[in-house]
T-cell receptor, first 110, second 112 residues
Framework: GEDVEQSLFLSVREGDSSVINCTYT??????LYWYKQEPGAGLQLLTY?????DMKQDQRLTVLLNKKDKHLSLRIADTQTGDSAIYFC??????????FGKGTSLLVTP | DAGVIQSPRHEVTEMGQEVTLRCKPI?????LFWYRQTMMRGLELLIY????????DSGMPEDRFSAKMPNASFSTLKIQPSEPRDSAVYFC??????????FGPGTRLTVT
């Protein structure tokens, strides 16, 4: 199956930018997603990108896709303490079966 | 709008007992997904329904697991008999486009 890899942990200071990275193995992945999970909660869809796009921006969030390197990143501008959570990268080539990474735990310190 | 609703939020049961998890998808969504989240394996898709019909159940671990969707507004995931290794958080998600999946808050299952 699809391998989706993320670093486990990231710590940033409030006000700085955060960059969370993800690599995947299946070059036929069509949609690539970022989800956020706060403690004890479900997964919140943040944004997604279609594989024919290089970049997508939505307010403080910027998604970059490098298809050649099979690399996806999520940049959070002006990171706030409320952004502390686990961020999951997910990809699909079937249109419905999401393959998730193990998640990156983001800690934002004052 | 109400999101995906799951019940119960927490379930503690003894090994060998039957467990039933419930999900109400977002109204109007025609796709429903059951996922399991564990520390070891992360998030795994168990089963996918489209228009109440199971399309892909290849992720269902074994015959002890079964899922039904009798109508567009209700689905169940049943484990019988339950085992300690079934302890996990079970998520239900729904979608109207197939691209955007919206997750419920999850059911934390503990089997002792």
């Amino acid at each position: 199956g699809e391998d989706v890899e993320q670093s486990l942990f990231l710590s940033v200071r409030e006000g700085d930018s955060s960059v969370i990275n993800c690599t995947y193995t299946d070059s036929s992945s069509t949609y690539l997603y970022w989800y956020k999970q706060e403690p004890g909660a479900g997964l919140q869809l943040l944004t997604y990108i279609f594989s024919n796009m290089d970049m997508k921006q939505d307010q403080r969030l910027t998604v970059l896709l490098n298809k050649k390197d099979k690399h996806l990143s999520l940049r959070i501008a002006d990171t706030q303490t409320g952004d502390s959570a686990i961020y999951f990268c997910a990809v699909t080539n079937s249109g419905y079966a999401l393959n998730f990474g193990k998640g990156t735990s983001l800690l934002v310190t004052p | 709008d109400a999101g995906v609703i799951q019940s119960p939020r927490h379930e503690v049961t003894e090994m060998g007992q039957e467990v039933t998890l419930r999900c109400k998808p977002i109204s109007g969504h025609n796709s429903l997904f059951w996922y399991r989240q564990t520390m070891m394996r992360g998030l795994e898709l168990l089963i996918y329904f489209n228009n109440n019909v199971p399309i892909d159940d290849s992720g269902m671990p074994e015959d002890r697991f079964s899922a039904k969707m009798p109508n567009a507004s209700f689905s169940t995931l049943k484990i019988q008999p339950s085992e300690p290794r079934d302890s996990a958080v079970y998520f239900c998600a729904s979608s109207d486009t197939g691209r955007e999946q919206y997750f419920g808050p999850g059911t934390r299952l503990t089997v002792t």
